[in-house]
DNA sequence: CAGTGAGCGAGCTTCCGCTTGACTT
């Protein structure tokens, strides 16, 4: 019999908390929430009340079993979930699975882990606040009702397999508006004037002086007129103003920033930020990595102004305690911080060490000094204009906490680099050495990468730390969304320069619209939009989850009721619900694009039953309607009426290649060849398959042979050795097995193989 | 790996938020 049970959540924050209370007591994790609304069906009784229906899912019942066991050999037990809505809940179904008495169940809450909180908690112990969880319930109801009604719809309306639901549907929409602004966007050209000038025109050091007109101008041949007067122009120094700033650090992380920071930094994607920070926490290395919290503990803070004491000295040190901005956060954890400050470097995986060092930066930033800046600006006048040319400068005075970090931004610009310029008076003569005429493209809002959208989800206070990440798969696994990289379309960039007095024209290309990583929306993803839009506006509007948290809010302080709540929520939705199917039709996409040049059938684009496709003719009128599936890339939205005819050039017959023929269509990865039932990729940005030659072709195939037997390492017949991405394996059969670690591949026999080729299938055998 | 798009219909799909492994490649 053990004396005490302490339940809390993470198995990690079990391990630590049982170091500091002693042999009286028992640590156990719940592992999150160990029960959930039914799986099948709604899970809720709608009639009664919205009771809902509670069950323990299969992978939990082990664990559920174990807390049993544990339970009924302890004297006392303590849950010790986290002090939010989903904590609570999670302690209300502990004690109904364990069978607690709810009165006499001590319920206690820490949010640092110390042995001084820990026994204070101890010392405090608290019931169940059934409020809370009245709460959570509301929260965890109404999800399932918008997700689980209005999919059906959609299954119905649309497509199968769609879904719908208070976050992702959300995430969707951000991302379908901004590609109709771009859309819509119309890029303006102009000419930026950049001078660099100098004080002392024989000087060769490098004291130069970068200005920009105050001018921009929209025409070319404005441009250069002006650059004419700029030469015989006498420039002088106008103006200068020397102000002194401040820059301040940036708090430390919560999951978001982490993820935000992690992109930008590290270029690591938003769930591979998730998985490195968990591999650190669990090896203790780091605080809770889903927190929505920039609170540091007094521990932490002693802990920084310590270290940055006997790092850097007195003067960079200033202890700062940060407000948790975000909407709706709840603050069960502290921020995200180094468990141990001073270690400045950790042992591990590269990207261990990578991620750590960032949060040990950001961490210890937080608590440093200001920097302090001079911003310098030079004005310089012409005598016979009045453009008036300015140059910034920014000089470091003291560097604080720029001395071990800088948040980075999402879109960082090479343009406002800051010179440290030289020392002028008012009135100087200034010499230019060239002065230019940049063209410049006005760019449109850019698109979304995960972590930028994640930042925005929390700006508008939908999903929860815990979310972010899978919200990110679900939109991209349901196609409503793709990551992808484009290479963008070439443009000319013109430059007009003036220099010793002549003036002379060149030019630069530029990848407009070139992205890498961002998230653009897939047809299915904007029609499903749009019917949302239509039907549900209430549910994707961008104040639906504000709006609700405050009721949340309400029914957590008691001042309102969960089910009453519910049910007026529930009376209209459902009606907006039983009226969309009964009266709307089904949603396609359809556009008619106009008439077909030659035989003058219809030509139309909507989503079909394999994706989105173009069709030439109607099934009302005579003859069977032709098909071809658009392009990545082309959208319902935006194809023309050439561009869908074009399609239907492919599959086209290219020629004869060492007697046999090689057609050229487009498929399901993209562009191809196919030659004696082969099929072989074309490359990607450089060839197209309506113009690409018969000799580029058949280079094409003569090379993926190549390739192929290369490939092969040993041919034994129907088993082939192959060396793959991830070095040799097996391959029968059009199916692949590894080899067990610690073999020599070029030594196996045909005997060796097929002997790894049973034992692997005996192993999946036992695995089924 | 890639090509498809007649029509019918059974049975399936689906939410958000709290936690980790167990999988395969």
Same mark, same amino acid.
């Given at each position: 019999m053990?004396?005490?049970?302490? %339940?809390?959540?993470?198995?990690?924050?079990?391990?630590?908390i049982e170091?500091?209370?002693?042999?009286?007591?028992?640590?156990?994790?719940?592992?999150?929430?160990?029960?959930?609304?039914?799986?099948?069906?709604?899970? %809720?009784?709608?009639?009664?009340?919205?009771?809902?229906?509670y069950?323990?899912?299969?992978?939990?019942?082990?664990?559920v079993?174990?807390?049993?066991?544990?339970?009924?050999?302890?004297?006392?037990?303590?849950?010790?979930?986290?002090?939010?809505?989903?904590?609570?809940?999670?302690?209300?179904?502990?004690?109904?699975?364990?069978?607690?008495?709810?009165?006499?169940?001590?319920?206690i809450?820490?949010?640092?882990i110390?042995?001084?909180?820990?026994?204070?908690?101890?010392?405090?112990?608290?019931?169940?606040?059934m409020?809370?969880?009245?709460?959570?319930?509301?929260?965890?109801?109404?999800?399932?009702?918008?997700?689980?009604?209005?999919?059906?719809v959609?299954?119905?309306?649309v497509?199968?397999?769609?879904?719908?639901?208070?976050?992702?549907?959300?995430?969707?929409?951000?991302?379908?508006?901004?590609?109709?602004?771009?859309?819509?966007?119309?890029p303006?050209?102009?000419?930026?004037?950049n001078?660099?000038?100098?004080?002392?025109?024989?000087?060769?050091e490098?004291?130069?002086?970068?200005?920009?007109?105050?001018?921009?101008?929209?025409?070319?041949?404005?441009?250069?007129?002006f650059?004419?007067?700029c030469?015989?122009?006498?420039?002088?120094?106008?103006?200068?103003?020397?102000?002194?700033?401040t820059?301040?650090p940036?708090?430390?992380?919560?999951?978001?920033?982490?993820?935000?920071?992690?992109?930008r930094?590290?270029?690591?994607?938003?769930s591979?930020?998730?998985?490195?920070?968990?591999?650190?926490?669990?090896?203790?290395?780091?605080?809770?990595?889903?927190?929505?919290?920039?609170?540091l503990?007094?521990?932490?803070?002693?802990k920084?102004?310590?270290?940055?004491?006997?790092?850097?000295?007195?003067?960079?040190?200033?202890?700062?305690?940060?407000?948790?901005?975000?909407?709706?956060?709840?603050?069960?954890?502290?921020?995200?911080?180094?468990?141990?400050?001073?270690?400045?470097?950790?042992?591990?995986?590269?990207?261990?060490?990578?991620l750590?060092?960032?949060?040990?930066?950001?961490?210890?930033?937080?608590?440093?000094?200001?920097?302090?800046?001079?911003?310098?600006?030079?004005s310089?006048?012409?005598?016979?204009?009045?453009?008036?040319?300015?140059?910034?400068?920014?000089? %470091?005075?003291?560097?604080?906490?720029?001395?071990?970090?800088?948040?980075?931004t999402?879109?960082?610009?090479?343009?406002?680099?800051?010179?440290?310029?030289?020392?002028?008076?008012?009135?100087?003569?200034?010499?230019?050495?060239? %002065?230019?005429?940049?063209?410049?493209?006005?760019?449109p809002?850019?698109?979304?990468?995960?972590?930028?959208?994640?930042?925005k989800?929390?700006?508008?206070?939908?999903?929860?730390?815990?979310?972010?990440?899978?919200?990110?798969?679900?939109?991209?696994?349901r196609?409503?969304?793709?990551?992808?990289?484009?290479?963008?379309?070439?443009?000319?960039l013109k430059?007009?320069?003036?220099s010793?007095?002549?003036?002379?024209?060149?030019?630069?290309?530029e990848?407009?619209?070139?992205?890498k990583?961002?998230?653009?929306?897939?047809?299915?993803?904007?029609?499903?939009?749009?019917?949302?839009?239509?039907?549900?506006?209430?549910i994707?509007?961008?104040?639906?989850?504000?709006?609700?948290?405050?009721?949340?809010?309400?029914?957590?302080?008691?001042?309102?009721?969960?089910?009453?709540?519910?049910?007026?929520?529930?009376?209209?939705?459902?009606?907006?619900?039983?009226?969309?199917?009964?009266?709307?039709?089904?949603?396609?996409?359809?556009?008619?694009?106009?008439?077909?040049?030659?035989?003058g059938?219809?030509?139309?684009?909507?989503?079909?039953?394999?994706?989105?496709?173009?069709?030439i003719?109607?099934?009302?009128?005579?003859g069977?309607?032709?098909?071809?599936?658009?392009?990545?890339?082309q959208l319902?939205?935006t194809?023309?009426?050439?561009?869908?005819?074009?399609?239907?050039?492919?599959?086209r017959?290219?020629?004869?290649?060492?007697?046999?023929?090689?057609?050229?269509g487009?498929?399901?990865?993209?562009?191809?060849?196919?030659y004696?039932n082969?099929?072989?990729?074309?490359?990607?940005?450089v060839?197209?398959?309506?113009?690409?030659?018969?000799?580029?072709a058949?280079?094409?195939?003569?090379?993926?042979?190549?390739?192929?037997?290369?490939?092969v390492?040993?041919?034994?017949?129907?088993?082939?050795?192959?060396?793959?991405?991830?070095?040799?394996?097996?391959?029968?059969?059009?199916?692949?097995?590894?080899?067990?670690?610690?073999?020599?591949?070029?030594?196996?026999t045909?005997?060796?193989?097929?002997?790894?080729?049973?034992?692997?299938?005996?192993?999946?055998?036992?695995?089924?």
């Amino acid at each position: 019999m053990t004396e005490n049970l302490v %339940i809390v959540e993470s198995p990690a924050k079990a391990k630590t908390i049982e170091k500091y209370l002693g042999k009286d007591f028992r640590v156990v994790s719940s592992f999150g929430h160990i029960r959930d609304l039914a799986k099948k069906n709604l899970g %809720i009784d709608i009639k009664n009340n919205f009771s809902p229906e509670y069950e323990i899912p299969k992978e939990k019942a082990k664990v559920v079993a174990e807390l049993r066991k544990a339970a009924a050999e302890s004297k006392n037990v303590w849950i010790a979930s986290d002090e939010d809505r989903e904590g609570e809940a999670i302690a209300w179904h502990l004690v109904s699975v364990l069978k607690l008495n709810l009165p006499t169940t001590k319920r206690i809450v820490f949010h640092e882990i110390t042995k001084d909180a820990l026994e204070k908690a101890i010392l405090n112990p608290r019931q169940v606040d059934m409020n809370l969880v009245n709460s959570q319930q509301a929260r965890r109801i109404l999800d399932r009702i918008v997700g689980f009604e209005i999919s059906p719809v959609l299954w119905k309306k649309v497509q199968p397999a769609l879904s719908a639901g208070r976050v992702q549907s959300v995430a969707v929409r951000l991302i379908v508006e901004r590609e109709r602004e771009i859309i819509a966007f119309k890029p303006e050209s102009s000419f930026r004037i950049n001078g660099i000038f100098r004080t002392d025109p024989d000087s060769t050091e490098n004291n130069l002086i970068r200005a920009e007109a105050g001018k921009r101008f929209s025409d070319e041949n404005d441009a250069a007129r002006f650059l004419e007067v700029c030469s015989s122009s006498e420039f002088r120094v106008a103006g200068i103003s020397v102000k002194p700033g401040t820059r301040s650090p940036a708090p430390p992380f919560t999951t978001s920033t982490l993820q935000q920071e992690a992109y930008r930094k590290l270029g690591f994607s938003v769930s591979q930020t998730m998985t490195v920070a968990q591999k650190l926490y669990e090896a203790g290395k780091i605080t809770y990595m889903r927190t929505d919290s920039t609170n540091l503990s007094k521990l932490a803070l002693a802990k920084s102004r310590e270290v940055i004491l006997s790092e850097f000295g007195e003067k960079y040190s200033r202890t700062r305690q940060f407000k948790t901005k975000s909407k709706g956060a709840q603050e069960a954890h502290e921020a995200i911080r180094p468990a141990y400050l001073n270690s400045l470097t950790i042992t591990g995986s590269q990207n261990e060490k990578k991620l750590y060092e960032l949060i040990w930066k950001r961490t210890i930033a937080s608590q440093m000094a200001d920097a302090e800046v001079e911003r310098t600006t030079i004005s310089i006048a012409m005598n016979n204009s009045p453009v008036i040319f300015s140059a910034a400068g920014e000089v %470091i005075k003291f560097d604080g906490f720029l001395k071990v970090y800088t948040e980075s931004t999402d879109y960082e610009n090479g343009d406002e680099e800051k010179y440290i310029l030289p020392s002028v008076k008012k009135g100087m003569l200034l010499h230019y050495v060239t %002065i230019s005429a940049f063209q410049k493209y006005t760019t449109p809002p850019p698109r979304y990468t995960e972590a930028s959208l994640v930042k925005k989800l929390e700006e508008l206070g939908i999903g929860r730390p815990s979310t972010y990440a899978p919200t990110i798969s679900t939109i991209q696994n349901r196609g409503y969304v793709l990551k992808e990289d484009r290479p963008g379309e070439k443009r000319q960039l013109k430059i007009i320069t003036l220099s010793k007095g002549t003036i002379s024209t060149s030019s630069k290309t530029e990848a407009a619209g070139k992205e890498k990583a961002k998230l653009f929306p897939q047809d299915i993803g904007m029609i499903v939009n749009d019917f949302l839009l239509e039907n549900f506006s209430e549910i994707v509007d961008y104040n639906f989850t504000a709006e609700v948290e405050e009721q949340f809010d309400e029914i957590a302080e008691g001042r309102l009721k969960w089910t009453g709540m519910l049910d007026k929520f529930y009376s209209a939705f459902h009606k907006t619900v039983t009226d969309t199917l009964e009266k709307k039709n089904r949603k396609t996409g359809i556009r008619i694009l106009g008439v077909h040049p030659e035989t003058g059938e219809q030509v139309s684009v909507k989503m079909g039953r394999f994706g989105p496709v173009a069709q030439i003719g109607d099934s009302a009128q005579e003859g069977k309607p032709r098909f071809a599936s658009l392009n990545r890339n082309q959208l319902l939205e935006t194809i023309t009426l050439p561009e869908a005819l074009n399609l239907f050039r492919l599959p086209r017959s290219l020629g004869i290649y060492e007697g046999d023929e090689m057609v050229v269509g487009t498929g399901k990865f993209g562009p191809y060849v196919r030659y004696r039932n082969k099929f072989y990729s074309l490359k990607k940005g450089v060839d197209d398959p309506y113009s690409v030659t018969v000799e580029r072709a058949a280079a094409i195939i003569k090379e993926k042979g190549e390739n192929d037997k290369k490939k092969v390492m040993k041919d034994f017949g129907e088993i082939l050795l192959l060396n793959g991405r991830y070095g040799p394996y097996l391959s029968k059969d059009k199916k692949n097995y590894r080899l067990p670690k610690g073999i020599q591949a070029d030594k196996l026999t045909k005997e060796d193989c097929i002997g790894i080729i049973n034992e692997s299938e005996k192993t999946k055998k036992r695995t089924d």
